[in-house]
């Protein structure tokens, strides 16, 4: 096994609710949500997993992260998306223990220096919960995404 044993039990179908964040909308339009479902599936003994999730913004959308791990506690990545990072697959590295995946990678800004995204899986009781941070080239992060699941009947 090389991604954590609570990753590799949140195995199946997921539904909740996605809470989007877009602070450059007008005050009263920056926050959306969204029914959102996520499916689980580890692959290859558990050395990975693929997170496949829909929401609703602007249509039905849907995303795919790819988690891969080491027995050291190493994790990367990749993010994909149909609403912003369809063009390319958003490269993940980061960490993994007991209580969270932890993963960020750089996109490309035309113009601007590169911004920062962050993603962070973790259990909270029976909730799965998946935070996405949008982080400025100044290191300043802020919410992007808040998804939150409970187990499909």
Same mark, same amino acid.
Do not use: K
């Given at each position: 096994?090389?991604?954590?044993?609570?990753?590799?039990?949140?195995?199946?179908?997921?539904?909740?609710?996605?809470?989007?964040?877009?602070?450059?909308?007008?005050?009263?339009?920056?926050?959306?949500?969204?029914?959102?479902?996520?499916?689980?599936?580890?692959?290859?003994?558990? /050395?990975?997993?693929?997170?496949?999730?829909?929401?609703?913004?602007?249509?039905?959308?849907?995303?795919?992260?790819?988690?891969?791990?080491?027995?050291?506690?190493?994790?990367?990545?990749?993010?994909?998306?149909?609403?912003?990072?369809?063009?390319?697959?958003?490269?993940?590295?980061?960490?993994?223990?007991?209580?969270?995946?932890?993963?960020?990678?750089?996109?490309?800004?035309?113009? /601007?220096?590169?911004?920062?995204?962050?993603?962070?899986?973790?259990?909270?009781?029976?909730?799965?919960?998946?935070?996405?941070?949008?982080?400025?080239?100044?290191?300043?992060?802020?919410?992007?995404?808040?998804?939150?699941?409970?187990?499909?009947?």
């Amino acid at each position: 096994m090389a991604i954590p044993t609570w990753l590799l039990g949140a195995q199946g179908d997921w539904v909740g609710r996605s809470r989007l964040f877009m602070s450059w909308l007008p005050e009263g339009e920056r926050v959306r949500d969204s029914d959102s479902t996520l499916a689980v599936r580890p692959h290859l003994g558990g /050395h990975f997993a693929t997170l496949d999730t829909t929401w609703h913004e602007d249509g039905p959308q849907e995303g795919t992260l790819l988690v891969c791990g080491n027995e050291e506690g190493r994790a990367t990545g990749g993010w994909c998306d149909s609403w912003h990072q369809n063009a390319s697959v958003l490269t993940l590295d980061g960490t993994w223990d007991d209580e969270a995946v932890r993963l960020e990678g750089r996109y490309a800004v035309p113009g /601007h220096p590169d911004w920062g995204w962050r993603i962070a899986l973790r259990l909270e009781g029976d909730e799965l919960v998946v935070a996405m941070e949008n982080v400025s080239p100044e290191g300043e992060a802020e919410p992007a995404v808040e998804a939150r699941y409970r187990r499909a009947n």
